[in-house]
């Protein structure tokens, strides 16, 4: 049985030693996987079972280097081409320079996203194994890159008169939406709020179809208090959609202005007086009550005197 294994080994060895002396690389990699799914080797052939990947996810690259003889100065780099957008984010990663012994093998991981708005279709994974010297070795994987069932993205916020306002001024504002999925989406909930102030607007989308197309919601309205501190204040939107069941937010910012008719304050004005009468000190109310009497006295006294001088000269006269 031991005879059996060992010759088993040699014309393992054997193979895997051609295989070796084809490659331009004294290493290649002998197991592919993304997110445990183990990748076949496009080559050149024809129909093949393609690897399906949503759009706008990260998945792993998992890879077995084996290398027969001493290697330094190898490279790993996996990228997916096509992409429309590739020169502001290119799709790929690359593991290394690392060194390999002899008849080691080594395992590589590598993470990789697809963007949101990579088209629907057939690509080509491919990896190429290098080395300082040598020609590089590449691996062609096919994948299908498909759409998520539901899936929004917010694509644009705009504020009008602008993302500076002055307190007690209106806000107002739209939200673009685009649907990155595979269904159709209903009644589209968009909420706009400003937490910081209480503030928020509600509106809704009726429809907005599969595709990547956009609609974008009626004009919102929130007046900001008449008072509020000047600053930047976060705006948060928020597009609920899938029945209720997903949601998909993003953050803006505003600055808000000094609303001057907040800072006036009461101005009191003193003015000297000038040339001013001296004030006699009041008299208390007891007081004026009885000057009051005695002069009524007095009065009456210069009455009866003068009644009586009336009466003393007519008397005279009869007599």
């Known amino acids: 049985m031991n005879k059996y294994i060992a010759a088993l080994f040699f014309v393992m060895l054997a193979v895997f030693a051609g295989t070796a002396a084809a490659q331009n690389v004294p290493s290649f990699i002998v197991d592919s996987e993304v997110d445990g799914t183990e990748l076949i080797d496009f080559a050149g052939a024809g129909s093949i079972n393609k690897l399906n990947i949503?759009?706008?996810?990260?998945?792993?690259?998992?890879?077995?280097?084996t290398s027969l003889v001493n290697a330094d100065?190898?490279?790993?780099?996996?990228?997916?081409?096509?992409?429309?957008?590739?020169?502001?984010?290119?799709?790929?990663?690359?593991?290394?320079?690392?060194?390999?012994?002899?008849?080691?093998t080594k395992i590589i991981k590598l993470t990789m996203h697809l963007p949101d708005d990579v088209e629907l279709d057939q690509y080509l994974l491919r990896i190429d194994l290098s080395d300082r010297n040598n020609a590089k070795d590449t691996y062609e994987y096919l994948l299908a890159v498909d759409a998520p069932r539901h899936a929004m993205k917010i694509m644009d916020v705009t504020f009008n008169p602008g993302s500076t306002v002055t307190a007690g001024q209106s806000l107002l504002g739209r939200v673009r939406l685009e649907n990155k999925g595979q269904k159709d989406e209903q009644d589209v909930k968009v909420v706009v709020s400003i937490p910081e102030l209480g503030l928020s607007a509600t509106q809704y989308i009726e429809e907005v179809e599969n595709g990547d197309e956009q609609e974008e919601t009626e004009e919102f309205f929130m007046r900001l208090p008449r008072c509020a501190e000047p600053g930047v204040y976060d705006v948060k939107v928020a597009a609920?959609?899938?029945?209720?069941?997903?949601?998909v937010g993003t953050t803006s910012k505003i600055t808000v202005l000094e609303n001057e008719d907040c800072n006036e304050a009461p101005v009191v004005i003193v003015q000297p007086v000038q040339n001013a009468t001296p004030v006699e000190p009041a008299v208390p109310a007891g007081n004026s009550l009885r000057t009051a009497l005695e002069v009524v006295l007095?009065?009456?006294?210069?009455?009866?005197?003068?009644?009586?001088?009336i009466i003393g000269f007519s008397r005279m006269r009869e007599e």
Not at 240 to 247: K, L, P, S, V
Not at 298 to 309: D, F, I, R, T
């Open 54 to 65: 949503d759009r706008n996810q990260e998945f792993e690259l998992r890879l077995e280097v």
């Open 240 to 247: 609920t959609y899938n029945d209720g069941h997903d949601t």
């Open 73 to 104: 100065n190898l490279l790993v780099r996996a990228s997916i081409d096509g992409y429309e957008f590739s020169s502001d984010e290119d799709i790929s990663a690359k593991y290394g320079p690392f060194k390999l012994g002899a008849n080691n």
């Open 298 to 309: 007095l009065v009456l006294v210069a009455l009866l005197v003068v009644v009586g001088l």
